[in-house]
């Protein structure tokens, strides 16, 4: 997909962390750089005249105006030739984020629920917007480098197949090792499914890391100098993603690097 890569803004440094590895995304995959801020409406009554968006009119378009240009301001010192645009789009976060996602190639959140201007980023933000699979979520969470292995979750795993495939181009795009991760209890081996992949990824080196641990720990394990940790996730009756689970909250709670949400397209 050729669309642009879509990043949650609200001003906080996690957002602004999330800007920075977004325009990083973009430019390497030669897309446009979508910065988007969510207006949430008041659940509150409000007086008549009064905006539900703004309730306090405390000067909101000014807050707004400020938290986009300085997400610019950021995506400009990582790639100044980026094209930029801004989207203040009214709704819930994660409906917002996951609307605008429905044409991007990427997603980019920041990890941590913060404090700051009206709250855009929230934990469940990345686990809803794969459970609709619009395109792949990158959490920016732990370190950021440019060193490291690509590292993919459970190379064997039945909704393993989107993301392995994203794990192989991102690997041969950063010129970095491939490292699969599987458990050895599952008396599983990610070598026959990944077959195809080697043949079309000829120049990337794969290497297997068996673990007994859970999957979270051994992920986060794998995850010490590594620069991206991709992870297979897949909705659950609709609702919610593989990721909502403990293990699956762990895996973004203990990371050390960046982790990338990939959705299966297999109902």
Not at 41 to 67: C, F, H, M, Q, Y
Not at 206 to 235: C, D, M, N, T, Y
Request: proline share 6%; net charge positive.
């Amino acid at each position: 997909m050729n669309g642009p890569v879509v990043v949650g803004v609200d001003g906080t440094p996690s957002s602004l962390a999330a800007v920075e590895a977004a325009a990083r995304e973009a430019e390497r995959r030669g897309v446009g750089l979508e910065l988007t801020h969510a207006l949430t409406w008041s659940s509150e009554p409000v007086p008549v005249g009064v905006a539900p968006w703004d309730p306090d009119g405390a000067g909101l378009r000014d807050r707004v105006n400020e938290a986009l240009t300085d997400a610019e301001w950021r995506a400009r010192k990582v790639a100044p030739q980026l094209v930029i645009t801004r989207e203040v789009l009214l709704g819930e976060p994660a409906s917002v984020l996951n609307s605008e996602a429905r044409a991007a190639s990427l997603a980019v959140v920041g990890s941590r629920r913060v404090r700051g201007l009206r709250g855009l980023l929230r934990g469940s933000v990345a686990g809803r917007l794969t459970v609709h699979g619009s395109c792949p979520v990158l959490v920016v969470c732990g370190r950021q480098s440019r060193t490291g292995p690509v590292v993919l979750a459970d190379g064997a795993s039945t909704v393993a197949r989107e993301a392995a495939e994203f794990a192989f181009a991102e690997a041969a795009e950063r010129g970095a090792e491939l490292l699969v991760l599987h458990h050895l209890h599952d008396g599983r081996s990610a070598s026959g499914s990944l077959a195809g992949l080697r043949a079309k990824y000829p120049d990337v080196t794969v290497r297997s890391w068996p673990s007994r641990s859970r999957r979270h720990r051994a992920l986060a394990e794998a995850s010490v100098g590594a620069q991206l940790v991709v992870v297979g996730v897949r909705g659950h009756n609709g609702t919610t993603a593989a990721l909502s689970g403990p293990d699956g909250r762990a895996i973004l709670r203990h990371a050390h690097c960046p982790v990338a949400l990939v959705p299966s397209r297999k109902p």
